[in-house]
């Protein structure tokens, strides 16, 4: 029994805990091994030759440039030169270190991976039935009045849904985004779900971006072959262009999308005969990679997968155990980027977020087991005071599994930065023999680890 | 949360203030910028029958010298504090302490008087006040008292005012001009309460120190003046190894308690890393 608080997914979904110890254990080793870490992580990377990958637990790795993602962040940070600086840091009796981590960054959970939760002689049973899977809709209308308006199911909490499905559907349909009205509510009794519906795992850059444009795309096509039928000429020879459809060639009509909503609806006699009434589309897309789990526990449990790369440099006071960010680099391929800015926001986010679980975030418990952080001035989070600045850099290779080729990022940096600040801290205090193994690092237990090591040392 | 009911009043002169802290004989509490006093209501570990308004008592805002001594009205905000050229002057410790008060929304209204009345001992101005041994004025129906730090600050956030008194102004002596200064600090966050600061003036005659004043932000219940740790540097000078007895005398003289974010070890060592270097800083700046 216990009175404490249970654990719940956040972002970055358990990636964080597992970066951390593994980006400690290649610092481990290059310690180990005499290496520099760079280049210990440059000779374990996956080569690009050979994405897609299988991993060994059936991960499937869409695309990537790993080593040159890793390259950039250390050409940006200007890596060497820093090394230099620590140097000459160290020799004057300071605490400056470099950290590096990186981390692959999955996108699109599988429903198939809740089933490793089951034993495999369970999941051989007959009665059992197995599960698999990842898809979104999107619904995209013109309306009488020639507006067009995408119907979404999912409900964003700020990751900027409206803004990226107006830039979709506008591309696709030749119009601005300032035309698309997006409608970004959920309700089971009125929009087309399924079992991994949702905004959650960073889909939306990934899957639900897929649905947007293959609606746009199949709505589009009905329009092309609507136009052609009103000019009375096969369907290959017109084009959509401009948000009209032209002829390819020649001269002749052009019929806008506003146009066509017009006639379609006001007059169906001017349909093709066997076209479908109403100017509407809806896709479903599902990845083709989301495959139940498998006899021997593998399963791709998410459907694509980012890469990032992130250099930190830090100094450590060590008689107030204070952490300061000298230099913060984060490298990041997620495929197509769809909105820059929004891309931006959700690394910067990240990074905060992943800076509270590094060094503020914790909930504490007296002896009696009462709780102590129960509010926001207890529960430490960094505020724009806290933020360092962060440099920024894209990497695209887009995924050959999306529409678009774009992959999810809404959660990127938070799952980085908690190893890369670790390792740089531990980097800072190799003198002293400090390797941090402990999040967050609050100044309490840093000091004392400084101050233990400090003992060892003298005695 | 929202804070409980409580009736409101904002009275325009001190004796109307005073008369209703008599009606409510204990029950009410002053608001002055409300930086402390409305997350507490909101939290609603403070459930007062009213709140009795300074606000709109325009006597009580002030900045001014009288017989080397710079005057406060307890409701100058803290931000006319850091930017007044008579503090830079006068008080120049005052203006850096300032700096590290909250954030620049929080100045704008928190004031000289809320913050010592408020007597939370990691705050900056109750350390500024110890440092320099000034004064506050509290009046009460009976008339005014003067009151110097060590009278004043009780424990956490508790002081001698009456519940029937209002703190009405903040006496701080004048820094002697050439004197050097440093407000040290350290916190979680930028704009966090201290876990420790160190207020420190030095004033310095060719290698001797004429005049140390120390007290601390965060290491125990009230501010500390660290008596014992001016003495050294004012026997033994300014040396580095002076100033290093000095800081460890400073660790010795406090007694701080440990909450979640900072043990009490770990406070004692940070009252004495910071003394050295505020004695350190505050050596720069004194004048040649």
């Known amino acids: 029994m216990t009175n404490k608080s249970l654990t719940g997914p956040n972002r970055?979904?358990?990636?964080?805990?597992?970066?951390?110890?593994?980006?400690g254990m290649m610092d481990r080793l290059a310690e180990k091994l005499g290496l520099d870490p760079a280049e210990v992580r440059r000779r374990n990377l996956i080569p690009p030759a050979e994405l897609p990958y299988r991993t060994p637990t059936g991960g499937y790795y869409d695309s990537g440039d790993y080593p040159k993602t890793l390259q950039m962040a250390l050409d940006m940070a200007r890596y060497d030169e820093l090394r230099r600086v620590q140097k000459t840091a160290r020799a004057a009796g300071k605490y400056f270190g470099i950290g590096l981590a990186l981390a692959v960054d999955p996108s699109v959970s599988n429903m198939g991976y809740v089933a490793t939760a089951l034993d495999p002689q369970f999941r051989a049973k007959p009665e059992y039935l197995p599960k698999s899977g990842a898809t979104e809709s999107a619904t995209v209308k013109v309306d009488p009045?020639?507006?067009?308006?995408?119907?979404l199911g999912t409900t964003p909490q700020g990751q900027g849904h409206q803004t990226i499905v107006s830039q979709i559907i506008a591309d696709e349909l030749g119009l601005k985004p300032q035309d698309i009205t997006v409608v970004d509510e959920m309700?089971?009794?009125?929009?087309?779900?399924?079992?991994s519906s949702g905004t959650y795992s960073s889909r939306f850059g990934s899957v639900g971006t897929s649905a947007a444009a293959l609606a746009a795309r199949k709505l589009r096509a009905k329009l092309v072959e609507y136009a052609a039928h009103l000019m009375d000429v096969p369907a290959n020879d017109v084009e959509f262009n401009d948000g009209a459809v032209r002829l390819k060639r020649g001269k002749g009509p052009s019929y806008t999308v506003k146009d066509l909503a017009g006639r379609a609806h006001w007059n169906t006699e001017s349909l093709p005969d066997g076209m479908e009434p109403g100017l509407q589309a809806t896709a479903v897309f599902g990845f083709t990679v989301a495959k139940a789990v498998d006899a021997e526990d593998r399963v791709n449990s998410s459907n694509t997968y980012g890469f990032i790369a992130e250099v930190m440099a830090v100094e450590v006071d060590p008689d107030t155990a204070q952490i300061t960010i000298v230099r913060y680099v984060t490298v990041h391929d997620a495929g197509t980027i769809i909105n820059p800015m929004i891309v931006e926001g959700q690394i910067y986010g990240g990074a905060l977020h992943g800076l509270g679980g590094a060094l503020y975030e914790e909930l504490r418990y007296d002896d009696d087991g009462q709780f102590l952080t129960g509010s926001f001035m207890d529960y430490l989070v960094p505020t724009a005071s806290e933020a360092p600045t962060i440099e920024i850099a894209h990497l695209s290779s887009p995924s050959p599994l999306t529409t678009l080729g774009s992959k999810g990022l809404g959660e990127s940096s938070s799952m980085t930065v908690p190893a890369v600040i670790a390792n740089a801290v531990s980097d800072?205090?190799?003198p002293l023999g400090v390797r941090i193994t402990e999040l967050p690092m609050t100044p309490d237990r840093l000091w004392r680890s400084i101050r233990e090591a400090r003992e060892k040392k003298d005695s | 949360m929202k804070p409980p009911k409580f009736d409101y009043h904002a009275p325009k002169t001190v004796d109307e203030a005073l008369a209703l802290l008599t009606r409510y004989d204990g029950e009410a509490k002053i608001l002055a910028g409300g930086q402390s006093l409305m997350p507490l209501l909101n939290f609603r570990l403070s459930r007062p029958a009213a709140l009795v308004d300074l606000n709109r008592i325009p006597t009580l805002a002030y900045i001014k010298e009288v017989d080397g001594s710079v005057r406060f009205g307890a409701m100058t905000r803290?931000?006319?504090?850091e930017f007044s050229p008579v503090v830079a002057k006068r008080l120049p410790l005052l203006t850096e302490a300032t700096r590290w008060v909250g954030h620049l929304p929080i100045r704008t209204r928190g004031t000289i008087g809320g913050s010592i009345a408020h007597a939370d001992p990691s705050a900056e101005y109750p350390a500024v006040l110890t440092a320099l041994d000034g004064e506050v004025v509290a009046r009460g129906p009976k008339g005014e008292r003067v009151l110097k730090p060590r009278d004043f600050f009780h424990t956490y956030l508790t002081t001698s005012l009456a519940a029937d008194e209002i703190l009405t102004e903040v006496r701080l002596p004048a820094t002697p001009a050439g004197a050097g200064f440093a407000f040290e600090e350290f916190s979680r966050r930028h704009g966090d309460f201290a876990i420790i600061g160190i207020a420190a003036v030095i004033v310095?005659?060719?290698?001797?120190?004429t005049m140390a004043r120390l007290a601390t932000a965060g290491a125990g219940p009230i501010p500390v003046r660290l008596r014992a740790a001016e003495e050294i540097l004012e026997r033994e000078g300014l040396g580095d190894e002076a100033i290093a007895r000095a800081a460890a005398k400073a660790q010795e003289l406090v007694q701080p308690d440990g909450d979640i974010h900072a043990s009490a070890d770990y406070r004692r060592h940070l009252t004495g890393v910071l003394t050295g270097r505020a004695v350190k800083r505050a050596?720069?700046?004194?004048?040649?």
């Open chain 1, 12 to 23: 970055g979904y358990a990636c964080g805990h597992l970066y951390f110890e593994t980006e």
């Open chain 1, 428 to 430: 800072a205090l190799t």
């Open chain 1, 187 to 195: 309700d089971t009794f009125t929009r087309v779900w399924s079992i």
């Open chain 2, 204 to 209: 310095r005659e060719g290698s001797r120190c």
């Open chain 1, 145 to 151: 009045l020639g507006r067009v308006i995408a119907i």
């Open chain 2, 283 to 288: 050596l720069t700046k004194v004048a040649r």
């Open chain 2, 78 to 81: 803290q931000r006319a504090i």
